[in-house]
């Protein structure tokens, strides 16, 4: 009788570490820690960036930080071993160091793929909204729940559907990933009008024009005089120096917490 209440024990003993190590894969103290995080980070600049680009965002080695382009989703286990082994068949060189040290590289990946809202943020979020409504007129072409102009996209689920530096290189250096059909046109009609705003759709014969304040004006190609296509995105590209340091940190710490989702039952 003894023994089998010691083996259940033992039992429930082994499936709880299984579900402690399953649940939120908090399996290394590392993880999702600030410190580990910022120290994984000085790490990978000294010896990971030059292949795999500053902030994870790719170049010999592939991008690490946008979690969609490669056709797997590497666990923090797999990613550490990934981290520590290398690929040598794929020009991935193995890492050396303590397991302290690669582990903290394996926090700052995981946090780089994790989705903003998920990554620990140092910016003041509160400091961030009142420049996106105010001083940085993000506002005048995103909208947040609702609210906002339309020329840009949507950013109520900013924070749960992009990583922390997707967000920030989307600010600091826009036309950087190419623009997604954001491209500025300035359109001149027959009739004397000038349009100017974003391209939405484009054939032989029309053309979608989406304007400051959101109006779409579908126009046809006989009643164009003169049209300029900006290769360049319709975000302005200079915030990286009207704003100080600390404000491009507040503004993703603000978009990080934008996570407008369809409620799922009991969450
Ligand atoms: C010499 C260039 C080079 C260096 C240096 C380098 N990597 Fe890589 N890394 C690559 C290449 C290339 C791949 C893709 C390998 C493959 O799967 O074919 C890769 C793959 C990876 C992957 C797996 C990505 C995935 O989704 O499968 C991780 C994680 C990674 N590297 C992290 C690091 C870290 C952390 C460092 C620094 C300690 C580092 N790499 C240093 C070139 C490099
Ligand atoms: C003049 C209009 C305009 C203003 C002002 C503007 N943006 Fe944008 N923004 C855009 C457009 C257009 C895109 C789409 C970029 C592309 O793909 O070409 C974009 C893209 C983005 C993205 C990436 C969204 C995605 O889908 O991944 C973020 C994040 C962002 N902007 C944040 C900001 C912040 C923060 C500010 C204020 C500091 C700001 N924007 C000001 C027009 C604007």
Request: hydrophobic share 35%.
């Amino acid at each position: 009788m003894r023994t089998l209440t010691l083996w259940l024990m033992v039992g429930s003993a082994v499936m709880l570490a299984q579900h402690f190590q399953e649940g939120d894969g908090k399996k290394n103290p590392a993880i999702g820690n600030i410190a580990a995080i910022a120290a994984g980070e000085k790490s990978f600049n000294e010896g990971c960036a030059v292949c795999h680009g500053q902030g994870g965002m790719g170049g010999r080695g592939p991008n690490l930080a946008n979690g969609r382009v490669m056709w797997h989703t590497l666990t923090e286990e797999s990613t550490y071993k990934r981290i520590k082994d290398g690929v040598p068949s794929g020009g991935m060189p193995p890492t050396p160091g303590s397991e302290e040290k690669l582990w903290q590289l394996t926090a700052y990946v995981v946090a780089l793929r994790a989705p903003a809202s998920e990554a620990p943020q140092t910016g003041d979020a509160e400091l961030g909204k009142t420049i996106f409504w105010g001083k940085g007129g993000c506002n005048e072409c995103h909208s947040v729940l609702g609210k906002g102009g339309k020329i840009g996209p949507d950013l109520s689920d900013a924070g749960g559907s992009r990583s922390t530096a997707v967000i920030r290189m989307a600010i600091e250096d826009p036309g950087a990933n190419g623009s997604k059909g954001f491209e500025k046109a300035r359109v001149l009609l027959k009739n004397g009008q000038a349009l100017e705003g974003v391209l939405k759709n484009r054939n032989n014969y029309s053309l979608q024009l989406l304007d400051a304040r959101g109006e779409l004006h579908l126009l046809l190609m006989t009643a164009v005089k003169e049209m300029t296509v900006s290769k360049n995105s319709a975000m302005p590209a200079n915030y990286k120096s009207r704003l100080s340091a600390k404000e491009i940190d507040a503004l993703v710490a603000y978009l990080a917490k934008q996570t407008a989702r369809p409620m799922v039952a009991g969450n």
